[in-house]
């Protein structure tokens, strides 16, 4: 998707005029529409997944899906787990409908900031379950655990062994060893600064969860429609028609 920052024509910009949020904390202001994220997505389907060329993006979907969707997330933000709980299953289901394409940038600034390196373990063990093809339904898995690895340092090599046995075929000696060995260390390191430059005038990054679609910014009072299932979804649908 390059810049995430390239604006929109017409009506579609208007809608999608974009603030840039500070830190993982803001919440919807009004009461969200969606229901439960369950434990791993049912349906999966074959979606296309791979690392982006600039080695610091996961990319979900099918290539010529005519919206491109960045998502910006660390998998300690009690926030993305509200997202994860609304919004996030219209896009999902859209992506599998091939209506949209995600992008992933995986942040890990909780651990800093509250402590841990909870973060930093899930990204490496997710950015494994991409090389075994397995990105997808492992994220649904993590990410649906979010609450109980919030706090006390987050997700420990032994949660993440745990939870991919929820995935049949992701446990194996390599993905085992990549996640306890932090193989994927400076792809942790590259995401993160990946988020920070998102930001632009803001070192700390753009917040989080932070969405582009078509390379601008959900913001302002527009943000609090990715809260919602059917509210982002029918956000996500206008940009396609």
């Known amino acids: 998707m390059g810049n995430v920052r390239r604006p929109l024509a017409g009506a579609t910009a208007a809608a999608l005029a974009a603030l840039v949020m500070t830190g993982c904390g803001q919440r919807p202001h009004y009461a969200s529409d969606?229901?439960?994220?369950?434990?791993?997505?049912k349906e999966v389907g074959q979606l296309p997944e791979r690392l982006a060329a600039d080695g610091t993006t996961i990319v979900v979907?099918?290539?010529?899906?005519?919206?491109?969707v960045r998502l910006y997330e660390d998998p300690r933000c009690p926030i993305v787990e509200e997202f994860e709980a609304t919004g996030a299953p219209a896009l999902h289901g859209m992506t599998l409908r091939r209506e949209t394409r995600t992008e992933y940038v995986l942040a890990s600034f909780r651990d800093d900031r509250v402590g841990g390196d909870g973060s930093k373990r899930a990204v490496n063990a997710l950015r494994a379950a991409l090389e075994a093809g397995k990105f997808t339904e492992y994220r649904a898995v993590v990410f649906a655990h979010m609450r109980e690895n919030e706090h006390a340092g987050g997700?420990?090599?032994?949660?993440?062994?745990?939870?991919?046995?929820?995935v049949p075929g992701l446990r194996s000696a390599t993905f085992d060893s990549a996640v306890s060995t932090m193989k994927y260390a400076d792809f942790v390191t590259a995401s993160q600064q990946r988020y920070e430059r998102a930001?632009?005038?803001?070192?700390?990054?753009?917040?989080?969860?932070?969405?582009?679609v078509n390379g601008t910014w959900i913001q302002g009072a527009q943000r609090d429609l990715i809260f919602g299932r059917t509210s982002f979804g029918r956000?996500?649908?206008q940009v396609n028609s």
């Open 155 to 166: 997700f420990s090599t032994e949660d993440l062994l745990n939870l991919a046995i929820q």
């Open 61 to 68: 979907g099918d290539p010529a899906a005519p919206t491109t």
């Open 34 to 41: 969606g229901t439960p994220l369950p434990a791993a997505y």
């Open 199 to 212: 930001g632009g005038d803001d070192p700390l990054g753009p917040g989080t969860p932070a969405v582009a």
């Open 235 to 237: 956000l996500l649908s």
